[in-house]
C-alpha cells in the first residue's frame, strides 16, 4: 500500500500520543466549527469572532506557555495546532499566533508578576484579546527606524506615533505598542478606550480577508508608568517575538499546503478531460509529486525545529530558514492546486484561491521572503546585507 498522502513519510510514528491527540481534537474542531463558515468569512471580509471562546476552551491560545491558565504544551504539539488552524484559513492560525505568540509571549517574557496574572488568564480563555504594533507606515523589513515614541511625563507616558497593518488591532482589548524611549525601544501595554489611541479597519485586502487588520494611532496618549513591559530592553525584545511567531508560521503553512494537495489529488481524479481523469495525464501527476516532495521536505524542517527548540538549541536563523521555505512551498503548492482546477480553481467553491491570496500575505509578513534570504545569508557568510 503507498505511504499516506499527506504523511508520506510516515512522521506519524515520531509522534507521542499527546501530540496525535492534541491534532485530532483541533483537526475536528476546525471541521466542525470553522470549515462551514469559513468561506464567507473571507468573502465578506469578516473575522469570525464567534470561535474565539472555543479557542480559549480547546487551549489553543498561548498554548506553549506554562502556568497563567495555557496548556503549556511541547513545540511539536504547538506546531499541530497551528498546522490545523491554517488548514481552515491563514487568517485564524494568525488571530492564534498573534494572541499566543506576539501578545501573550512578550507578557510572559518581559511582563511583570501583575501583569501576567493581569492578562494571560484571560488572554488564554480568549476573555481578552491582544494586537502587537512593531510596523509602522515608514517602517516595514527595517523596523529599528521606528519613528513612535513613548516620553516619560511624571507617573505616565506619553505616546505618540502609529503603527500599521496590526492583526487583531480593531477588536483588541490591550496593545503591545514597541516605542523609543530615552533608553531605546521598549514595550508598552496600550488598553483599548485610553484616550489619544485609536484603531481603524483596513478596508479592501484581496488576502487575509477573514483576518482584522488595522492601523493604530497615538496622539499625546497617556498610559501608566506600570504599563510599560519591564524587562524589555531593546530591539532584541519584539525581535525575540518574531522568533516564537514565525516557527508557529512553518508549521502553520503546511495546514494550508495540505488542504491544496488533498483539493488537488481528489479534483484531479474526479475531473474527466479527453476521455480520462486529468490524473491520468503525466504533467499532472509531474505537479502532484512534486506537491508532495516539498510538504514532505517542510515536515521534516519543523519536527525538527521543534526538537532544536525544546531542547533549547534552536537559533533565530533556523527559524528564518523554516519560514522562507514553508511559506514558498505553501504557495507554491496553492498555486499549482489553483491551475490543477482550472476555471473552478478561481472561484471560492474551493479552497486554493483563499489559501493562495492569504499566503501572499504570509510570503512577506514576519520578515519579508527576501529579509529572511539576508538572515540565512548573514548566518552562512558573518556579513549583515540589511543596508
Ligand atoms: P540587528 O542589529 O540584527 O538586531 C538587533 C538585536 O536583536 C537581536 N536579534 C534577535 N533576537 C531574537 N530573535 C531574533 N529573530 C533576532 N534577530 C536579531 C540581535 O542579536 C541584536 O541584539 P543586540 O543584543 O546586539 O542588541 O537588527 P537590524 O535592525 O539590523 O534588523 C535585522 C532584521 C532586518 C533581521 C530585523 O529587523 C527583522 O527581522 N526585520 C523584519 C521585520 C518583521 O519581521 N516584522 C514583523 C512585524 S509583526 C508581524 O508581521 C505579525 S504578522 C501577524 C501574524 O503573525 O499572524
Ligand atoms: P517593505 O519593508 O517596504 O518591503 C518591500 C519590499 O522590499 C519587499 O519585497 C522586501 O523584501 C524588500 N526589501 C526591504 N528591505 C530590503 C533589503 N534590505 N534588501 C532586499 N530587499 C528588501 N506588523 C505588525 O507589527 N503587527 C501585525 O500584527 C502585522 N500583521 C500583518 C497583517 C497583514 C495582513 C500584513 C499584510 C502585514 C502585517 N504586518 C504586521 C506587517 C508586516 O510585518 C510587514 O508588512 C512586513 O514586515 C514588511 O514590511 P513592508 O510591508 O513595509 O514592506
Redesign the pocket.
Known amino acids: 500500500m503507498a505511504p499516506p498522502m499527506l504523511d508520506f513519510y510516515q512522521i506519524d510514528e515520531l509522534l507521542n500520543e499527546e501530540q496525535r491527540l492534541t491534532r485530532k481534537t483541533v483537526r475536528a474542531f476546525v471541521d466542525e466549527s470553522i470549515m462551514p463558515i469559513i468561506s464567507e468569512a473571507f468573502e465578506t471580509g469578516t473575522f469570525p469572532k464567534e470561535i474565539i471562546p472555543q479557542l480559549g476552551k480547546l487551549g489553543l491560545l498561548g498554548a506553549s506557555l506554562k502556568g497563567y491558565g495555557c496548556a503549556g504544551v511541547d513545540s511539536i504539539t504547538y506546531g499541530l495546532i497551528m498546522q490545523e488552524l491554517e488548514r481552515a484559513d491563514s487568517g485564524i492560525r ?1 488571530f492564534a499566533s ?1 494572541q499566543g505568540a ?1 501578545v501573550m509571549y512578550p507578557i510572559y517574557a518581559y511582563g511583570s508578576e501583575s501583569q501576567k496574572e493581569n492578562w494571560l488568564p484571560r488572554m488564554a480563555k480568549g476573555e481578552a484579546i491582544g ?5 509602522e507606515p515608514e ?4 523596523p529599528g527606524g521606528m519613528k513612535t515614541k513613548a516620553v516619560k511625563d511624571g507617573n505616565e507616558w506619553v505616546l505618540n506615533g502609529s ?1 500599521t ?4 488591532g480593531t477588536i483588541a482589548d490591550v496593545a503591545v505598542v514597541w516605542a523609543k524611549t530615552e533608553d531605546g525601544i521598549r514595550g508598552f501595554l496600550v488598553e483599548k478606550d485610553t484616550p489619544g489611541f485609536s484603531s481603524a479597519k483596513i478596508d479592501h ?1 484581496a ?2 480577508r477573514a ?1 482584522d ?1 488595522a492601523e493604530l494611532g497615538f496622539d499625546n496618549c497617556r498610559i501608566p508608568l506600570e504599563n510599560l513591559l519591564p524587562e524589555s530592553n531593546g530591539l532584541k525584545s519584539p525581535l525575540g517575538c518574531l522568533t516564537q511567531a514565525r516557527t508557529g508560521i512553518a508549521w502553520g503553512v503546511l495546514g494550508a499546503a495540505m488542504a491544496c494537495l488533498e483539493e488537488a489529488v481528489t479534483y484531479s481524479q474526479n475531473r474527466i478531460q479527453f476521455d480520462k481523469p486529468i490524473a491520468s495525464f503525466q504533467l499532472v501527476q509531474a505537479k502532484l509529486a512534486h506537491m508532495s516532495t516539498e510538504i514532505t521536505k517542510a515536515q521534516l524542517l519543523c519536527l525538527r525545529l521543534a526538537q532544536l527548540k525544546d531542547s533549547g538549541k534552536m537559533h533565530p536563523a533556523q527559524v528564518s530558514m523554516a519560514k522562507r521555505n514553508n511559506v514558498a512551498i505553501a504557495l507554491e503548492c496553492a498555486r499549482l492546486t489553483r491551475d490543477i482546477l482550472g476555471a473552478n480553481g478561481i472561484t471560492y467553491d474551493y479552497q486554493a484561491i483563499r489559501h493562495m491570496l492569504n499566503l501572499e ?1 504570509v510570503y ?8 529572511h534570504s ?1 538572515i540565512l545569508g548573514q548566518a552562512l557568510t558573518g556579513i549583515a ?3
Open positions: 494568525s498573534v506576539l494586537c502587537f504594533g512593531l510596523t517602517h516595514g523589513s527595517d503603527k497593518w496590526i492583526t487583531n485586502k488576502s487575509m483576518s487588520t500575505t512577506t509578513y514576519e520578515g519579508t521572503n527576501d529579509i539576508l546585507a540589511f543596508a
